[in-house]
Structure formats: C-alpha cells, structure tokens
C-alpha cells in the first residue's frame, strides 16, 4: 500500500493544557463580556483563535537564537535575514518589522493619502484598517464566486481582472496608493491566489503605472496551493514558484508570525531603492533603525531559519492535510464548513448553521460562544463584528460571509485535538435548534472593534 504522508518533525517538548468544566467556562465567558480575545489562555483547551504568531518554532531555530547578535546597527543576524529574503522572495531591499502591521504602517506611510483607492482581493482587517485610518478606501475586488462557500474553485482568493482593471480605469492614476492582493486570501476563507492571477495583476499595474504590493503573510501555504492546483506547476519546486509568485510585485508587507514560523515578526520587501529610502525614514520613526526595526537579532535569526522551514514541501503538505483532516471530520458530521479547506483554517458558515438568527445578532460570534462553552474551543468571528461600521455612515457592515473561522497553529496539535475540535462542533451543530438568540454590543471601539468589544447575549 502508499505509505500516508508524516509530519516531518517529531516533538522533542511539550506544554501541557487542561480542559475545563461547563460551568467554569459559563463563568468565564460572562466575565470575558462574551469576547474569547479577553479569556485567558489557560482558560482554553484548544485554542485556534489564530495561526499567527502561535507556531512551535524548531530546535534549530531555537539554537539560532543563540547567535543572535544584538547590535544596534549592522548586526549579523540583520544580513543573515536578508540573505534568506533575499534568496526566497527575490526582493533586494527589505526592511525589519515587528510584526505584520507595522509593515503596513511603515509602507502605507509612504503610499497612501487621504481620498486614495486601494484596490485589490480582500484586504484584512489590519490592512484595511490602515488604509481607513488615513481616510483612504480599501477596494475588494475578490472574484464573487467566493461568496459562495459550497462551490470548488481552486482558487477562491484571485481578484477579478475585470473589477480591478474598471478601478484602475475610472479613477485618475494619482488616487491610486497601490494594488494590494493578499496571499492566501485570509478573509476569502484562506483561500489561495493562482500564479495566472498574480501574472494578471502584475500586468495591470505595469499597464497603468500602479504598484503592486503582496500581503504575504501566507505565501507559502499560497504556493503550495499553486504546486497542487494549478495546470504547470506540479513538478515545481515550492521555492521556484514563491520567486515566481514575488516576481510580478513591486514588494510585500510580511508578517512573519505565519509562514516563516516566529512568534513576532515581519518585514517589507522592496524591488525599488527609491521607495525603499523612502520608507526607511518612516521605520525609524515607527520602529526602529533599518538593521533592526522593532526585532531583536535573536528574532531575526529565528526567523530567516524559519522561511527555510517554512518553505519546504513536506511541512507544507502536513499542515495543510492538518487543516484538511479537520475540516473533513467536520464535513462528514454535516456541518457547512467552507470548500475548499482553506490553507491555515476551517470557516464555519455561521448563516447556515444558525440560519434562525438574524444578523443583527451576529451568527458567528454566538457560535464561538458555543463552541468555547461545549469544549473548551477558541475560534474567531469573522463576520460582521471584524467588519467593522462604515467609517462615513457609521452603520454596522454585514459581509456576505459570516464565518467561524478555526485557525490552526503550526506544529503544535495533533490529529486526534483535531478530532476532538470536530466533535466539540458536531455537538454544538445537534444542539443547534436550541440556540435561539444572539448578542448585541455594549461598548465598542471606533476602528477595529472586536479584538476588544463588550457583549451581553441576549435573551
Ligand atoms: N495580513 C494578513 C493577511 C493577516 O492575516 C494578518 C494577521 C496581517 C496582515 C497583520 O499581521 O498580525 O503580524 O500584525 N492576521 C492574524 C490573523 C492576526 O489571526 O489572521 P500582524
């Protein structure tokens, strides 16, 4: 028979959790006011609030961190980095960050004005937020098929050339900031970007004298995607195709607490000096000097070992079949998850499960309620809350998709938390008639409200 593919690691630590009762977590939910983002991490016993930054890092990244060298300016950990940048992405110039959106702060700094368009697939909420924050508008340009989560199309996360090309079209090229396309497309579902669509957006952008910038934090899982799915692709290396991938942008925001398995990080690269000396000043304002920007040496070295790691076939494959055990498990229990799998999560379409209750209600978020109480499972909403109000209107957006999503961390579970994850669901999805009311808010920020927003259930 064909040997099933293994993890290529085995576990040389471990960090042991606890599982709680039903009344401890009914408690800690009402002290949380109903938002898992305030429950402490010991109060969860599967915790798939997200992939970032939540990864099991290797004994050689480990041991690299010995070596990290702390110099304030020039140190060997720096050009350690960007020789790994370098040699994986293709990009010349690149400039350290702590994390994901500082890049963004760092890059939108120099690109983004107030009244700019940003177009692209759909931005997440941290890119979106940026933009917004700068009185600029964000342009979801996802092709509308991913709406429909039963569908299978290989490549749910591509933007509609059409859609982009009528933005670029209609509007004068100076109101332009950039084209953002985020590879995987986290809020499509973690749904991939083909390397014909990369290919496509890329002439756009040449075509109208926009840049193109990569939201790249799952860029890997992108590729292996890319490897699996697309007709050409299949005999060639993960490596090959990423540089491919990168080859059609301008640069890329990072952040690095995905693929290239830190727990902080990230980084822009750059293909052009200029823009690169460009946002250095604004680096050093917000983060730090060129050769460190908010990382420690020790963390850049953890780092250009993990886009090693992070790039390599065989960890791609067990993730991503990881992700695929889960969401199987799930789909033979009924429950409407999103197809394909994405390549980091399983979204549960919250409309579906709980069709009864209105949107005002927020499905999703009264979902991750449920999942957390029946077993200790921390998910995240990612529906109308993350949404957001209109920044003009100040009404509740509501996505067309109101999702649950479970992230899963890298090489940290095992198939069988994974199986206990979808039987948590499938008890919750046989209780669903019982579930007749949502929650509504109590107090929330202006931008970015769910990471801290209070709720009560409504009864
Ligand atoms: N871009 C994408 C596509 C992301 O998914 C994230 C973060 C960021 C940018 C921002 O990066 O967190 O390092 O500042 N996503 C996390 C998530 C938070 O749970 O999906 P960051």
Redesign the pocket.
């Known amino acids: 028979m064909e040997l099933p593919h293994t993890e290529p690691f085995k576990i040389k630590m471990v960090e042991n959790i606890y599982n709680s009762t039903r009344e401890q977590r009914e408690k800690w939910l009402r002290d949380s006011s109903y938002n898992l983002f305030n429950l402490r991490s010991e109060q969860v016993f599967i915790d798939l609030?997200?992939?970032?930054?939540t990864g099991a890092m290797s004994d050689k990244q480990w041991s690299s961190m010995m070596l990290g060298d702390e110099s304030y300016a020039g140190a060997t950990s720096y050009y350690k980095l960007k020789e790994a940048i370098k040699e994986i992405t293709g990009f010349n110039y690149f400039l350290p960050t702590h994390?994901?959106?500082?890049?963004?702060n760092v890059l939108f700094s120099v690109l983004v004005k107030e009244g700019d368009l940003v177009p692209g697939n759909s931005h997440?909420?941290?890119?979106k937020g940026h933009i917004e924050f700068r009185k600029a508008k964000a342009v979801d340009c996802t092709i509308d098929i991913a709406a429909d989560t039963t569908v299978w199309h290989p490549f749910k996360g591509n933007a509609d050339i059409d859609k982009l090309e009528h933005v670029l079209q209609t509007n004068p090229r100076e109101k332009i900031s950039c084209i953002i396309i985020?590879?995987?497309?986290?809020?499509s579902g973690g749904q991939p970007v083909s390397m014909a669509n990369l290919r496509a957006v890329g002439s756009l952008s040449k075509k109208y004298g926009v840049k193109f910038i990569i939201?790249?934090?799952?860029f890997a899982e992108n590729a292996y995607f890319i490897k699996t799915r697309e007709e050409g692709y299949a005999d060639r290396d993960i490596r090959e195709i990423i540089r491919e991938m990168f080859s059609y942008a301008d640069g890329m925001?990072m952040?690095?607490?995905?693929d290239a398995i830190v727990n902080?990080?990230?980084f822009i690269g750059f293909r052009d000096e200029d823009l690169f000396r460009q946002a250095s000043t604004y680096n050093i304002m917000f983060e730090g000097f060129i050769t460190y920007g908010g990382m420690s040496g020790r963390d850049m070295n953890a780092m250009a070992q993990g886009l090693y790691e992070g790039t390599d076939f065989s960890y791609l494959k067990s993730r991503i079949s990881q992700v695929a055990h889960l969401g199987t498990r799930m789909k033979e229990y009924g429950i409407p998850v999103l197809e394909p799998f994405g390549g980091?999560?399983i979204f549960i379409d919250a409309k579906k499960f709980l069709p009864e209750i209105p949107k005002e209600e927020f499905p999703a978020q009264t979902l991750t309620l449920e999942f957390y109480l029946e077993g200790g499972v921390r998910g995240?909403e990612i529906g109308a809350l993350m949404a957001d109000r209109d920044p003009l209107t100040r009404k509740n957006r509501y996505p067309r998709l109101e999702m649950v999503?479970l992230?899963l961390p890298r090489r940290v579970y095992t198939d069988n938390h994974m199986d206990y994850t979808a039987a948590v669901i499938k008890n919750v999805f046989d209780r669903r008639d019982k579930i007749k009311r949502g929650v509504k808010i109590i107090r929330e920020a202006p931008i970015m409200r769910h990471f801290t927003i209070e709720l009560e259930r409504i009864v």
């Open positions: 609030l997200t992939d970032s930054g994390q994901g959106r500082a890049a963004e997440f909420d941290t890119t985020t590879i995987t497309n986290n809020t939201d790249s934090a799952r925001t952040s690095s607490k995905k902080m990080g990230g980091h999560a995240v999503r992230a």
